[in-house]
């Protein structure tokens, strides 16, 4: 089969297409007919030597792709030859097969073309296990979300509204914040010239619990760390995804225990494989 690879930290132009083997299922995985793949910031980090795959996943690029089942190995009961998934990988999207362990497919949603289904497991995933797993979003409690005009601020907006809950969002211009209230957000900031904290705050200022976000989801890490702590309400839950603002800052543990708060970081790719097994147990 051809795969994607980096034939060396730099621009598109390093991308270079390779001859490898047909991947073959062992327990509990399924070779996938790769239909499509998606560009994560993560894949642009990658490609420029930044963000280099966790020990034992594959060296070809792509975080998550769609396409069809084309052999299933032992153990593997949900899967069929045949069918059509999408799914979540530690890598090796940007190819004509991919091998991946079962638990980490998902169907395709009805109503979702082939090719679109190729760009749902990482927001999917990040936002379900982030914001409603990690941090316990409830309906009626107001959610911020930073860069909200992005892959995955787009996706948490949409599902928080959907359940039920206040969206406040950061973008960029002013443009990405018409964006952002299309899709749910009844707050918004722009980062570029206004206080997001002072915003958020002024518009939750009646809440009986006391103004702020119960819940912020933060790509920016360092940079916003203060920021972030300042605009959670009591009880709230400062989950942290990204580093695009660093990953060393200071932190006020005082501000965290009057406000009996909690900050909480994660990341999908440094997680152990969900074979059909594991899946399983953990459904
Ligand atoms: N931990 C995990 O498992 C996991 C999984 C997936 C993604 N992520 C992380 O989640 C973040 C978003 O990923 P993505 O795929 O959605 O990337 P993306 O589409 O490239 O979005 C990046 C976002 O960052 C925003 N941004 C830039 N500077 C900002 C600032 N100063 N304040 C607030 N927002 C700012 C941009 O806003 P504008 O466009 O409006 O400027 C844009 O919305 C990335 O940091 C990525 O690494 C983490």
Known sequence: MRAVIATEPGGPDVLALQERPDPHPGPGEVVLEVAASAVNRADLLQRQGL????PGASDVLGLECSGTVREVGHGVERWRVGDEVCALLAGGGYAEQVLVPAGQLMAVPAGVDLVTAAALPEVACTVWSNVFMVAGLQPGETL???GGAGGIGTFAIQLAAAVGAVVAATAG???KLEICRSLGASITADYRNQDFVEVVKEATRDRPGGPGADV???NMGAAYLGRNLDVLATSGRLVVIGMQGGSRAELDLGTLMRKRAAVI???LRARPALTARRSHETA
């Open 216 to 218: 912020v989801l933060d």
């Open 144 to 146: 911020l979300v930073h």
């Open 265 to 267: 970081a994660t990341t």
């Open 173 to 175: 211009s002013a443009g």
């Open 51 to 54: 963000y280099p795959p966790p």
